[in-house]
């Protein structure tokens, strides 16, 4: 059965950084593109940032750019969101998410995501 795996999150002060990782279990699986949504209390469901596995082409979000960067490791089947110059409002629960069949509605669509982790907490304090 393949499985996403978050990693990484906590509490940090703003201004601080943090990494999150996701890593995919079985020896099947292969995927698109890999992204990262944040849900905060009361609010809808947020894209963050997508990476495509062949290419390595990045998308992110406005509020994010700049401060996080997406990357993966494909012989370990992980990828990587590393949050920097964190703030108050990037406070959410984390999930990665896999579009194994390709970006059909966007790279920014949750839609088009047909797999998806658990969730990481990551809190940051003003």
């Known amino acids: 059965q393949v499985q996403l795996v978050e990693s990484g999150g906590g509490l940090v002060q703003a201004g601080g950084s943090l990494r999150l990782s996701c890593a995919a279990s079985?020896?099947?699986?292969?995927?698109?593109?890999m992204g990262w949504f944040r849900q905060a209390p009361g609010k809808e469901r947020e894209f963050v940032a997508t990476?495509?596995?062949?290419?390595?082409?990045?998308y992110y979000t406005d509020a994010v750019t700049g401060r996080f960067t997406i990357s993966r490791d494909n012989a370990k089947k992980t990828v990587y969101l590393q949050m920097n110059s964190l703030k108050p409002e990037d406070t959410a629960v984390y999930r990665c998410a896999a579009a194994r069949l390709g970006l059909v509605f966007g790279y920014s669509n949750y839609a088009s995501y047909d797999l998806w982790g658990q969730g990481t907490q990551v809190t940051v304090s003003s």
């Open positions: 990476i495509r596995w062949s290419g390595g082409n990045t």
């Open positions: 079985g020896r099947t699986f292969s995927s698109y593109a």
